[in-house]
């Protein structure tokens, strides 16, 4: 792996850069559609392309309990199995597996948990997760880490990031020890824990540093905190993390959240929003989200997003999908997620122009005050 940072901001911590990885070269400030199951729901891969996606991410706990990291591996890694031939990142599964607790036990080995889909037990360590991602292929893998709940009090928030520290560490060594199980090189992610705290985000930057990862994200928010807590806690840790680096920031978020965060530095996103969102019938526009199936625009012609190109942009009118929705129609979800799929890409590329040349500021300010406006 290889990142270079290619242009600041004056007026703030955003930058531009490319990040280039074995199957392809990523431009940052980048947007990840989520593709859990080795698919983002209802989008094919020229479809993706299409919507200006440049890299995916997968899950590594689904993967491993569905199909199973043999067929995976037999297909010939996940690219070639699932037919996305771009960079791909794979969840370490840590998240899934903490967000279902009472299906879980924790200990400083590992965490030994209960399937969703059939009930059986299984136990992963941090050494166990870079095995499963190695024999996925993907190349980004994440550390196995522990999410925790908010709230939280401060002495569980700092036992649950020194066994975080402690799972990065044996994660790292793993990596250094195992090579490639294809014809390319992978790359591994540690990741920022602390809550809310802001000790303990500088003490996990500080120490996650010293084990010198090739990037960082920073997990752990956009789980109920209030916003301002969340941002405050990004910037904390952009201020630390290593400038010639990636930054991931994970599980965030809405259009917003993007734009303020790339502000604070931040290079890396994934959120199941646009799809998830889009499924439901919220789609966004430049001027904020609209649910287009509700009976408002029973007789609106309009496009989505009069500035959009995307496929459902371009041919057909908000009144239409809003039938489609009523009439439970698939093609209705797909509509909604290749467009909000394409409206964040779409940001996430301004943003990157707008960095590149010096005006990011004043984007800035003229998204904020247009998303903020009715439709």
């Given at each position: 792996?290889?990142?270079e940072v290619t242009a600041t901001d004056s007026n703030s911590a955003a930058r531009a850069g490319i990040l280039s990885l074995s199957h392809g070269e990523v431009h940052t400030p980048i947007f990840m559609p989520v593709g859990t199951q080795g698919t983002v729901?209802?989008?094919?891969?020229?479809?993706?392309?299409?919507?200006?996606?440049?890299?995916?991410?997968g899950n590594t706990y689904h993967l491993y309990l569905r199909p199973g990291v043999d067929i995976v591996r037999k297909g010939g890694g996940i690219q070639n199995f699932s037919s996305w031939r771009k960079p791909i990142l794979t969840d370490?599964?840590?998240?899934?597996?903490?967000?279902?607790?009472?299906?879980?036990k924790i200990n400083e080995d590992g965490v030994k948990f209960q399937s969703h889909l059939d009930g059986s037990y299984h136990f992963f360590t941090p050494e166990s997760v870079i095995d499963l991602q190695r024999q996925l292929g993907s190349d980004i893998m994440m550390v196995l880490d522990e999410c925790t709940p908010y709230p939280c009090d401060f002495d569980y928030a700092r036992k649950s990031m020194e066994l975080t520290l402690l799972w990065a560490e044996r994660s790292n060594q793993k990596f250094?020890?195992?090579?490639?199980?294809?014809d390319f090189e992978q790359t591994v992610f540690s990741i920022v824990q602390?809550?809310?705290y802001e000790e303990l985000r500088k003490q996990c930057c500080e120490r996650l540093i010293a084990m010198e990862f090739p990037g960082y994200a920073i997990g752990g928010l956009s789980v109920g905190e209030p916003k301002t807590a969340m941002y405050e806690m990004t910037e904390v840790c952009t201020q630390l993390l290593p400038e010639n680096k990636p930054r991931y920031l994970m599980g965030v978020g809405k259009p917003e959240d993007l734009v303020t965060c790339v502000a604070l530095g931040i290079d890396m996103f994934d959120c199941v929003m646009p799809t998830r969102n889009g499924r439901n019938g919220t789609v966004f526009t430049?001027?904020?989200p609209i649910v287009v199936k509700n009976a408002l625009y029973k007789e609106d012609f309009k496009p989505i997003d009069e500035t959009c190109s995307c496929?459902?942009?371009r041919n057909f009118s908000r009144a239409y999908i809003r039938h489609l929705f009523q009439a439970e129609e698939i093609l209705a979800l797909r509509l909604a997620s290749i467009h909000n799929l394409t409206f964040y890409l779409s940001l996430m590329r301004e943003m990157r122009e707008?960095?590149?040349?010096?005006?990011f500021n004043e984007w800035s300010k003229s998204f904020f005050l247009e998303y903020n406006s009715k439709s």
């Amino acid at each position: 792996m290889k990142f270079e940072v290619t242009a600041t901001d004056s007026n703030s911590a955003a930058r531009a850069g490319i990040l280039s990885l074995s199957h392809g070269e990523v431009h940052t400030p980048i947007f990840m559609p989520v593709g859990t199951q080795g698919t983002v729901k209802t989008i094919s891969p020229d479809e993706l392309l299409h919507c200006g996606s440049q890299i995916i991410l997968g899950n590594t706990y689904h993967l491993y309990l569905r199909p199973g990291v043999d067929i995976v591996r037999k297909g010939g890694g996940i690219q070639n199995f699932s037919s996305w031939r771009k960079p791909i990142l794979t969840d370490s599964g840590g998240y899934q597996v903490f967000s279902l607790a009472e299906l879980n036990k924790i200990n400083e080995d590992g965490v030994k948990f209960q399937s969703h889909l059939d009930g059986s037990y299984h136990f992963f360590t941090p050494e166990s997760v870079i095995d499963l991602q190695r024999q996925l292929g993907s190349d980004i893998m994440m550390v196995l880490d522990e999410c925790t709940p908010y709230p939280c009090d401060f002495d569980y928030a700092r036992k649950s990031m020194e066994l975080t520290l402690l799972w990065a560490e044996r994660s790292n060594q793993k990596f250094q020890k195992t090579t490639p199980v294809y014809d390319f090189e992978q790359t591994v992610f540690s990741i920022v824990q602390g809550s809310t705290y802001e000790e303990l985000r500088k003490q996990c930057c500080e120490r996650l540093i010293a084990m010198e990862f090739p990037g960082y994200a920073i997990g752990g928010l956009s789980v109920g905190e209030p916003k301002t807590a969340m941002y405050e806690m990004t910037e904390v840790c952009t201020q630390l993390l290593p400038e010639n680096k990636p930054r991931y920031l994970m599980g965030v978020g809405k259009p917003e959240d993007l734009v303020t965060c790339v502000a604070l530095g931040i290079d890396m996103f994934d959120c199941v929003m646009p799809t998830r969102n889009g499924r439901n019938g919220t789609v966004f526009t430049r001027k904020g989200p609209i649910v287009v199936k509700n009976a408002l625009y029973k007789e609106d012609f309009k496009p989505i997003d009069e500035t959009c190109s995307c496929l459902a942009c371009r041919n057909f009118s908000r009144a239409y999908i809003r039938h489609l929705f009523q009439a439970e129609e698939i093609l209705a979800l797909r509509l909604a997620s290749i467009h909000n799929l394409t409206f964040y890409l779409s940001l996430m590329r301004e943003m990157r122009e707008a960095i590149i040349s010096q005006t990011f500021n004043e984007w800035s300010k003229s998204f904020f005050l247009e998303y903020n406006s009715k439709s």
